[in-house]
Every structure is written in C-alpha cells, then in structure tokens.
C-alpha cells in the first residue's frame, strides 16, 4: 500500500468532529427556544395568577349604562326656565290626568286675588284667569294644607273639567294627581272629592295646632256632603305627617259652595 492511502488517525478524528458540529449547533438552538418558550410560559403563568382582579365598574358607570342618572333623579318635564322666563310668579305645575287641567300654578306677590282675572303667561287682563295659590302658602308644598284654585264655568277651561269627579265611575278610575316644581314631581293620590261651604278655608284653620289638622283630615277622609266620593282602597293612617293639595272651584249656579278635589302626597320624586 502506498504512503499517500494509509488513513491518519489525526484526520479521521478531524473530519468525524466536522460531521457532529452541525448537529451540535442545532441542539444548542433548540435547547435555547425551550429555555425562552420555557421562561415566557412561566411568566403568562405567574401574571394570571398574581394578576390584581379588575375594579368593579363605579356607579357613574353603571348608571350611564343603564340609562339614568347617578343620584336616581327623574326628568322633569315641565321647561320652568322658559316660564319663568315669561312671567316668574309661575312656580309649578299641575296635571290631573283625565281632564283638561293641565296648567301653570301661580302666585302673586302682591295681590291674592290677582290671578282671578289675569294669565299665567303674561299677566294680562283673562276673564278664565289662572290656577293659582295665595300668600298663606309656601311655594314648595311643604304646608300641611295647601289650596289650589281656579274658575269654574268657562268652557273647558282652568278647573271646570275637574266636575267629571262629580261622576263616581270616573272617580273610582283616576286616582292621583301631579303637581311639578323645579325640583320635583309629586304625587298625590285622590281621597276624597266633595261639596263644602264657601269659607276661606286657610283663614278657618289653625293648620299648626297638630288636632286642628288631624280633625280636618278626619273630615275630608269621611266628608258629610251632599256630593261625595271617597277613596275606600285608601287606607294608610293620616298622620301630621302628611301633606294635604286641596284643588277648590265652584259649582256652576250654586252660590255659597265649593267643589273640593283632596289629595294626599304619596311619593315625591327629585328631578334635574
């Protein structure tokens, strides 16, 4: 055999350490993505773990979600700017669902008997006038009794649709009334209406004397009129608690009496 083809050890180990580098490399790769898929695998873990649990939505959230204010208020529908803005002695509002009493209440400053023969909206000369209270009363509807006024005997208007009460079916199917202010709605539930005389009732009444006021409300829960109707599904206890809106008109040729409308406030609602 010649020198040139005898295979030195040196070069076999040589050529054999050239074959393995690439397979060598390879493992050093792969042993590197395991150790990084490794690493990022722990840390997913241990975020989802230790992970603060989200907040839970605040009530302004909640609340505009699902469509209403944060304090609960209501809307109120009664624009009291733009009234106001016409004539400022409009301070609230009355609806008696039913009838055509649907109006501004007012109060002059000066003259109580103003509003008998003057609009709500700008004061001028109306043989209907207004329904209106007088000074004898807040403007808030805070007094034990407050009396609400308005003619009788002009068509439709002001208060002559609220003798359909006159008529028990219609009595026994409406129930409540509304009174608006700037800053709430109040509802009054209607528990009696009926014939009386014609004295100045907020002048007859020592309204502050606690028996005073629970022995007048005794007499519009059971009234002894001629005309009546009373609200037997009415049966809370009137207290001094309670806050009376009594709606007072005339009746057509009768001289000398009132038609009286009693409500009882039974919820009260803020408004924006």
Known sequence: ???????RPEEEEQEEK?????????LI???VLLLIGGAVYTGIYLYSVFEPEPEPPT?????????????????????????????????????????????PICQSRTDDEFYLKHKASDKTWSEPGAVFT?????????????????????????????????KEDFFNEHEVFYIYTPTSIKTYE????????DRHIMNSFDFQNDEVFLDFLNMIRQPD??????????TQELTTDDRVVILSTCIWRQNGVRFLVCGVLINDEETY
Do not use: C
């Open 225 to 234: 009129s001629t005309l009546v109707h009373t609200r037997d599904s009415f």
């Open 59 to 103: 009530v302004a959230t909640t609340a505009a979600t699902e469509g209403t204010t944060v304090d609960n208020r209501v809307e109120n529908p009664i624009d009291f700017a733009a009234l106001q803005a016409e004539n400022d002695e409009q301070y609230a509002w009355i609806k008696v669902p039913g009838t055509n009493v649907d109006y």
């Open 18 to 26: 050239k074959k393995r580098r690439p397979l060598a490399i390879l």
């Open 190 to 197: 209607i528990i009696s209406v009926f014939k009386y005389d």
């Open 134 to 166: 007088q000074r004898h009363n807040s403007l808030d509807f805070t007094d034990r009794v407050t009396l609400v006024y308005g003619h009788n005997g002009y068509s439709d208007k002001m208060f002559a649709t609220l003798h359909y009460f006159d």
């Open 29 to 31: 790769f792969l042993g």
């Open 1 to 7: 055999m010649a020198e040139n083809e005898v295979a």
